[in-house]
Nanobody, 123 residues
Framework: QVQLVESGGGLVQPGGSLRLSCAAS????????MSWFRQAPGKEREFVAS????????LYADSVKGRFTISRDNAKNTVYLQMSSLNPEDTAVYYC????????????????WGQGTQVTVSS
């Protein structure tokens, strides 16, 4: 059974940084594209970032490009999202998503989601 458990969310001031983690189990982690999505209050869930199998191929939403960095540690079955220069528009619940088997980074979500972790950017 696939399980994705996010952590690292919290309250941060504008301009600050946070690192989210997503620990995966129940799958051969290194064979799956992994992604992050987010959902702000009253808005649809949107793509944030995606990372390929080896960690060298990445894809970002325009809104986070240059500020967020996705990475993965296949030995730890964990994907990370390093967020910097945060602004109030980044406030959302952030979700980890398991994407394609042996695929490439994509904006299309896969079938498995974590429970989400809240990120609030406010002074």
């Amino acid at each position: 059974q696939v399980q994705l458990v996010e952590s690292g969310g919290g309250l941060v001031q504008p301009g600050g940084s946070l690192r989210l983690s997503c620990a995966a189990s129940g799958l051969t982690f290194s064979r799956y594209v992994m992604s992050w999505f987010r959902q702000a209050p009253g808005k649809e869930r949107e793509f944030v970032a995606s990372i390929g199998l080896g960690g060298t191929s990445t894809l970002y939403a325009d809104s986070v490009k240059g500020r967020f960095t996705i990475s993965r540690d296949n030995a730890k079955n964990t994907v990370y999202l390093q967020m910097s220069s945060l602004n109030p528009e980044d406030t959302a619940v952030y979700y980890c998503n398991r994407n394609q088997f042996l695929g490439t980074p994509t904006m299309t979500p896969g079938p498995f989601w974590g429970q989400g972790t809240q990120v609030t950017v406010s002074s």
